[in-house]
Each structure stands twice: as structure tokens, then as C-alpha cells.
């Protein structure tokens, strides 16, 4: 894999450096946006980042980072789904919605549940931000290749 | 028709405007949410929430409904964005030869 260039040192080092540092940072900002600054949006706004940037390298014809359209929009609506989820599992454990005192699991001191949850319905609003990101590049990029062909 | 859309929305705009003027200050201690609301989020925030971050335990935890619905927006855009701009025609009218020129 270190052998095979990308095509100049600008989108080797822009591979090798930038996009795992950003994607390990994004993992880093999910789950510790809980007690420092950031939470889902910010991490799925830099793994979002990571990804365009592995697909503008690496272009359509890559097998890893490619996440078809198809694909992109059934995850965002997943991540909605993962935070909507995190409510109803509240409602089923008797409290009010998102009340994530009432989460079905049994974790000893009562605000471990709050930090489940919180770092549950992160991960929905990662989940969601990252594709719906992926989606819309995906939908625009698709968009001027049809309009270059036809002309 | 056309004039009487500019009259409305320039009278619904002067209408939001003025109502600026009943808002309070942005800082004032006395101001009613500063009143109650936020001495309690500060000073309950890492008790009732488990999170030491004032901002996540509010945005999460005491304000999570609106959390979502901001996702499910999110998410809305990412579906209309794909809907206008791809080829597919599932759902659209049918459009006549005559509207190309």
C-alpha cells in the first residue's frame, strides 16, 4: 500500500496524513464530546471531511471509502433512526421521552445512563451528518458528470 | 397579484423588525430567562446530566427533542438535495414535448 502512489506527493501525503487523522479525530470528538467541546455534528462534519477527501483522491472506481448513493441515504435516515431509538427505549423503560434516566439497563450510578444515552443519540447525529454529507456530494458530482456527458 | 405578494412580505418583514425592539438585551442579568432558567442549568447541568460539559448536557439531555428534530432536518435536506438533482423522474409529472423550446 506504501509502495503504489496517488498520483503526486500533494494527494499522497493528503491521504496518508490527513484522512486517517481525520477520521480517528472524528471518533475522537464523538466520544469525548461529552465532558470537552464537541458532540455529533462537529464529528460527523470532520469524518465527513475524511471521506470526501478519500473519495476525491482515490475517485469512483476505489472499493474502500466508496459508499454508494443508495447506501448514503439509507445510513442518514438510520442515524435519524439511532436517535429516535434512544426515545422510544426511554418511553419502554417507563419515563418520558429522551428522559434517559429510564433507559432499560442497569448501570449503578444513575448519570452512567445519561452519558449512554447522550453518546447514543451522538452517534445518530454522527451517523446522519457524515451521510447526508457523503449524499449530497455524491448527488452533485453525479449531477455535472450527466450534464458533461450530454453536451 | 404579484404586487400584493411585495406588500405583504414587506409588511410581515417591518412587523418582525419592530419586534426586535421588545427582546431583551443580550446579557442582561435581569432578563427573564436569566431570571430562573439559567442559574438552575448551571448549577444542576452536572448533576442532572452526568456530563461536565454545560453545553452537551443542555443540547442533549434538556433540549433533546430538539436535537432531534435538528437530525431529522439534516437529514430531509440530504433527501430533497438528492431528489431535485438526480435523472430519476420516479414521482414527477409527466412533461410535455412542448415545454422544451
Not at chain 2, 418583514?13 to 438552575?40: M, R
Not at chain 2, 438535495?81 to 410535455?96: C, F, Q, V
Amino acid at each position: 500500500m506504501m509502495k503504489d502512489p496517488f498520483g503526486g506527493i500533494l494527494l499522497n501525503i493528503a491521504f496518508r496524513l490527513l484522512v486517517p487523522f481525520s477520521v480517528v479525530y472524528a471518533v475522537y470528538v464523538l466520544i469525548l464530546g461529552e465532558s470537552s467541546p464537541g458532540g455529533g455534528f462537529q464529528a460527523g462534519v470532520v469524518m465527513g471531511f475524511g471521506i470526501v477527501l478519500a473519495r476525491l483522491i482515490l475517485g469512483e472506481e476505489s472499493t474502500i471509502f466508496n459508499i454508494k448513493l443508495k447506501n448514503s441515504l439509507a445510513l442518514a435516515g438510520c442515524g435519524t433512526f439511532i436517535y429516535t431509538m434512544a426515545g422510544w427505549l426511554t418511553l419502554a423503560g417507563g419515563g418520558k421521552f429522551l428522559d434517559y434516566s429510564f433507559l432499560p439497563f442497569s448501570l449503578e450510578p444513575a448519570h452512567e445512563l445519561h452519558a449512554l444515552g447522550i453518546l447514543m443519540i451522538e452517534i445518530g447525529v454522527t451517523v446522519c451528518v457524515m451521510m447526508t454529507i457523503l449524499n449530497i456530494m455524491d448527488v452533485v458530482v453525479k449531477r455535472s458528470e450527466d450534464d458533461g456527458s450530454a453536451e | 397579484m404579484r404586487g400584493f405578494a411585495i406588500t405583504v412580505m414587506a409588511l410581515l418583514t417591518g412587523l418582525f423588525c419592530s419586534s426586535v425592539i421588545f427582546l431583551p438585551v443580550i446579557g442582561d442579568p435581569g432578563s427573564s430567562p436569566n431570571q430562573h432558567i439559567t442559574p438552575v442549568y448551571i448549577s444542576q447541568s452536572e448533576l442532572d446530566t452526568g456530563s461536565p460539559n454545560i453545553v452537551t448536557g443542555t443540547l442533549a439531555d434538556y433540549r433533546g427533542f430538539d436535537t432531534m428534530w435538528e437530525t431529522t432536518v439534516m437529514f430531509l435536506s440530504g433527501l430533497t438535495a438528492t431528489l431535485i438533482l438526480s435523472k430519476s423522474t420516479m414521482g414527477r409529472r409527466p412533461e410535455k414535448e412542448d415545454d422544451y423550446e
